[in-house]
């Protein structure tokens, strides 16, 4: 499975920038989805999650300023971020949790795409 973020960029405070992830492959499906993201240090902290039946769930820092969503039958999702702060400066990652349809891959795997870089600014 490979995931793939775009989106991300360099933007002023109060303002808004969407990023998506599309995941890519054959022979599975995905349960939830996740945005992490990664300021300083190798500590990278959940932002939002979404579930294969659309339930969702977000960090208290991003409660009200950001949305996420996603396209089950595209293997994407995104993440609607507004009134951005200079503390939402990070690296975001998306996320994916995997169930093979081969029954020799058993459980959950989770993949992580490269991530992509967003700048705010005071």
């Known amino acids: 499975v490979q995931l793939v973020e775009s989106g991300g960029g360099s933007v002023q405070a109060g303002e808004s920038l969407t990023l998506s992830c599309v995941a890519s492959?054959?022979?599975?499906?995905?349960?939830?989805m996740h945005w992490y993201r990664q300021s300083r240090g190798p500590q990278r902290g959940l932002v939002a999650s979404?579930?294969?039946?659309?339930?969702?769930n977000y960090a208290d820092s991003v409660k009200g300023r950001f949305a996420i969503s996603r396209v089950n039958a595209d293997n994407s999702v995104s993440l609607q971020m507004n009134d951005l702060k200079p503390e939402d400066t990070a690296v975001y990652f998306c996320t994916a949790d995997v169930i093979w349809y081969s029954s020799y891959y058993e459980g959950i795997y989770n993949y992580w795409g490269q991530g992509t870089q967003v700048t705010v600014s005071s």
């Open positions: 979404i579930s294969v039946d659309g339930s969702t």
């Open positions: 492959g054959r022979d599975f499906s995905i349960r939830a």
